[in-house]
């Protein structure tokens, strides 16, 4: 079996399902103990993310005896790139497509300029997909666009 070349970590998939629940309640500030128990996430995971999507500013936070988080921007104005970005730090496929690349071969590297263009062309992927996108479970079919071209992805049943 061939392991899958790009993968989210689990951090980033928890970190979706509680955006998703955020999402539900928009107007609803939410402490960290709701949004753990309602998730079924452990509070420390959930702390932990809900402290990096705050600092990202994909969600606000907010102190005090009602404190507690909120989405900060509608979810069809965050990202998937947004999400990611924010948990796990922002994509990059190879070495050489960070910013302050260290790689030791890049002065005689031939395929750089193509890995870049790879990572650009996900990076654009992803920008598409929004928070709401993600958050449609009723459609087994979902409808994209990649490079300006329509893409149906299909949900596979187990």
């Known amino acids: 079996m061939i392991p899958p070349l790009l993968r989210i970590s689990k951090l980033t998939d928890y970190g979706t ?3 998703a629940y ?7 500030v939410c402490s960290a103990a709701e949004a753990a128990a309602a998730t079924g996430i452990s509070l420390p995971t959930t702390s932990k993310l ?12 907010t ?4 404190g507690g988080y909120r989405l900060y921007k509608n979810p069809s104005k ?4 947004d999400i990611i970005d924010a ?6 496929i190879t070495e050489c497509c960070t910013s302050g690349s260290q790689c030791e071969y890049e002065g005689a590297c031939n395929v750089s300029d193509a890995w870049q263009r790879v ?8 920008d598409d997909v929004s928070l709401s996108d993600l958050l449609r479970t009723n459609n087994s ?8 071209l329509p893409i149906t992805v299909r949900s596979e049943k187990r």
């Open 87 to 92: 948990i796990e730090g922002s994509i990059s």
């Open 22 to 28: 955020l999402a539900a309640r928009q107007s609803i």
């Open 119 to 126: 990572n650009i062309a996900i990076r654009s992927a992803l």
């Open 63 to 66: 102190r005090g005896s009602n």
């Open 78 to 81: 965050i990202s998937a790139t």
């Open 17 to 19: 399902v509680l955006l």
């Open 141 to 148: 079919t979902s409808h994209f666009r990649f490079a300006d």
């Open 50 to 61: 809900l402290k990096a999507l705050s600092r990202s500013g994909i969600i606000t936070s």
